[in-house]
Nanobody
Framework: QVQLVESGGGLVQPGGSLRLSCAAS????????MGWYRQAPGKQRELVAV???????NYADSVKGRFTISRDNAKKTMYLQMNSLKPEDTAVYYC???????????????WGQGTQVTVSS
């Protein structure tokens, strides 16, 4: 069993910053791609940023230049530094990871429970 736990969400004013963390634990052999997604009320879940196990990154156009994704493989933790936050960034942010639980080349997709980010004055 693998668990992903997000933290770091909260209420911030426009222009402010937050740093989200996603800690993975459980029966983990290795972690492939990891990513952050978000879902605003009444909207579909969307990709925010993704990072591979060799630290290649990709971002949604809406967050490029403002958000930075990173990971610490030793700690099995992923981060999302969010700067210059806008009201339209308000959403529940979810952590996602593609995890190998054994030496076999089979991986499974896991999700965290989500953390609320609210950008408002």
């Amino acid at each position: 069993q693998v668990q992903l736990v997000e933290s770091g969400g909260g209420l911030v004013q426009p222009g402010g910053s937050l740093r989200l963390s996603c800690a993975a634990s459980g029966s983990i052999f290795s972690i492939n791609d990891m990513g952050w997604y978000r879902q605003a009320p009444g909207k579909q879940r969307e990709l925010v940023a993704v990072i591979t196990n060799d630290d290649s990154t990709n971002y949604a156009d809406s967050v490029k230049g403002r958000f930075t994704i990173s990971r610490d493989n030793a700690k099995k933790t992923m981060y999302l530094q969010m700067n210059s936050l806008k009201p339209e960034d308000t959403a529940v942010y979810y952590c996602n990871a593609d995890v190998r639980t054994t030496y076999r080349r089979v991986s499974y997709d896991y999700w965290g429970q989500g953390t609320q980010v609210t950008v408002s004055s």
